[in-house]
């Protein structure tokens, strides 16, 4: 695996560098909110006041929640600008996604699942509220004779109204079509903006077809993310004739909802697939989750593993970061990990084009090197989540990387992110009740024996990114080899200092007048090194450590 991420490095571009930064967030104000027992949020959404979270909470009410009709399981809270809460829903409807419908209409469309009666299935169901949280009326939709256990996912449309997608297992009442047996579709819906059904469409085959999020894109169509194993004889073209790959899936929808097209991307492994994706002035990117080396990923710097060690369970899955331009065509594709379960869900692209990637990691090696110095080790056999952020230049190549949350051996998950402004988010988390700072948890509202809780919280990005820029003449090849284990050499210049930096910023070596730095004392992971020639000039290049 080493040999292709090596081959990837041999290509990578060296950074003109004036200043490595220390820190890469900075937490500002923070709040748990919550009931006595388990509480998972889903979404956050920020409006003009401040912010919208949501999710699911337990029946038994407690904490802060105190809002009509408590026994149900979905809930809705409005934040002012510094997280504090102003109001509450609480609704019969797990919510599961939320967002601002698109101009400048003042409301809010949820997608999540609701109980039907009489056989109180679970059906999708979109709510449309305004920012006090006012109900406008709220749509089930759906087979009413069948059970729906997948997130819902949903989209803004430039119309005032919205289009859903979730995984169908049968034809009969809003869904018109089925392919399969007893096997996921991807259903598709439009909605108006008072709530009628304007078309819906079946994205599947006799293989399994689960959507991950549906966009509007600038065409007016629709893009469509669905992790898959796509057969013959569907409405989308088929991946493979093997049942136990899943593919990631981009399916093309016009206006009306007709398939215009679809792709698959991946390799042989298990679990290839995309969570979400941005379009860029060039292209697409795409963020997910990936377990192959090989086909798209090839050269993407994969990390082999297994979860907890056990090959039962399949090779564990990196962050996968991919961009296609804007007919599919891979671009370039890179994975970030370690042996453990990574996935990506949300990603932004900077000022800079470089990108944010936001999160989960069970990994405590590799390119995760936060979680081994931010947190106890937890051992291979004995993992933990963390919620966790990748920084990135514009081909994809980590920047910095930092895992959050209790510095201890506890589960934190990942919920939600908005983006403020350019360096400035504010997320939502899921984690156990603590009543004093514990690592970068330190609300001032926490609640003894509440159980998992919202953590809704605000951080900046502090990196200082002043000097850097690409320069391709300098970056072909400066070090070597690449990886290393033992040393790395400087050619084609004189080195009169180097500083070697971890992908935390802090500086972890020295050293003075020699092209040659030993780092066989420094832990496996990806390193900058900062190398001041004796023209004057400063360059920076990765090198990865592996053993």
Same mark, same amino acid.
């Given at each position: ?8 490095? /041999? ?75 102003? !109001? ?15 101009? !400048?209409?003042?409301?809010?469309? *949820?997608? &999540? ?53 979730? /995984? ?51 065409? &007016? ?51 290839? *697939? ?84 936001? &999160? ?6 590799? !390119? ?104 391709? *003449? ?46 066989? !004392? ?26």
């Amino acid at each position: 695996m080493w040999k292709q991420f090596s081959a990837m490095l /041999a290509l990578m571009l060296c950074l003109i560098f004036s200043v490595v930064a220390n820190a890469q967030i900075q937490f500002g104000w923070q709040y748990a909110y919550g009931s006595m027992e388990d509480d998972e949020p889903s979404f956050i959404c920020k409006t003009p006041s401040g912010y919208i979270v949501g999710g699911y909470k337990s029946p038994d009410g407690g904490f802060s929640v105190d809002c009509d009709n408590v026994e149900s399981l979905g809930w809705i809270l409005k934040l002012d600008e510094t997280g504090q809460l102003v !109001d509450q829903l609480c609704t019969d409807m797990g919510p599961t996604k939320m967002v601002k419908a698109k101009g !400048d209409n003042p409301y809010y469309y *949820a997608f &999540g699942l609701v109980g039907v009666p009489p056989h109180n299935y679970s059906n999708a169901c979109v709510l449309k509220i305004d920012e006090d949280l006012n109900v406008l009326w709220e749509r089930a939709l759906g087979n009413p004779n069948d059970d729906y256990w997948l997130a819902l996912n949903g989209d803004a449309t430039d119309d005032g109204g919205c289009v859903g997608t979730i /995984a169908v297992a049968s034809a009969g009442g809003d869904v018109s079509q089925h392919f399969g047996l007893h096997t996921w579709d991807a259903w598709v819906f439009k909605l108006d903006e008072d709530g009628n059904i304007q078309w819906d469409v079946t994205l599947g085959s006799m293989g399994e077809e689960e959507p991950s999020c549906i966009k509007q894109i600038a065409d &007016g169509g629709y893009m469509v993310l669905i992790g898959g194993n796509t057969q013959p004889n569907g409405s989308i073209d088929s991946c493979h004739d093997y049942f136990d790959i899943i593919y990631g899936i981009v399916v093309r929808l016009d206006a009306n909802g007709n398939v215009m097209g679809s792709r698959c991307y991946g390799g042989s492994s298990r679990v290839d *697939a995309f969570s979400s994706f941005i379009t860029v002035d060039d292209g697409y990117v795409f963020v997910g989750e990936a377990s192959s080396d090989d086909g798209d990923l090839q050269g993407s710097g994969y990390h082999f593993g297994y979860h907890q060690g056990n090959p039962n369970y399949g090779p564990s899955e990196d962050v996968w970061l991919m961009k296609t331009d804007f007919d599919g065509n891979v671009i370039w594709s890179r994975c970030y990990g370690g042996t453990e379960h990574d996935f990506g869900y949300k990603v932004f692209q900077n000022e800079d084009g470089g990108f944010t990637i936001f &999160g989960d990691t069970w990994s405590i090696n590799g !390119d995760v090197q936060s979680a081994t110095q931010l947190y106890e080790p937890i051992g291979v056999q004995s993992p933990v989540n963390k919620p966790w952020i990748i920084r990135t230049d514009s081909k994809g190549y980590l920047i910095w990387e930092r895992t959050f949350g209790a510095n201890v051996a506890s589960y934190q998950f990942y919920g939600d992110v908005t983006r403020d402004s350019e360096k400035e988010y504010t997320m939502v988390c899921e984690v156990p009740c603590y009543s004093s700072p514990i690592g970068d948890i330190n609300y001032p509202n926490g609640v003894d024996d509440s159980w998992d809780n919202y953590w809704v919280f605000h951080i900046t990005d502090v990196y200082d990114y002043e000097g850097v820029d690409e320069n391709q *003449a300098e970056g072909q090849g400066l070090v070597y080899p690449n990886p290393a284990n033992e040393t790395v050499t400087i050619k084609d210049l004189e080195a009169c200092g180097v500083q070697v930096y971890n992908t935390l910023g802090q500086l972890v070596k020295t050293v003075k007048d020699t092209n040659e730095i030993s780092v066989a !004392d420094l832990p496996d992971g990806v390193y900058l090194l900062k190398v001041t020639a004796t023209d004057g000039i400063n360059r920076i290049c990765r090198v990865v450590v592996s053993r």
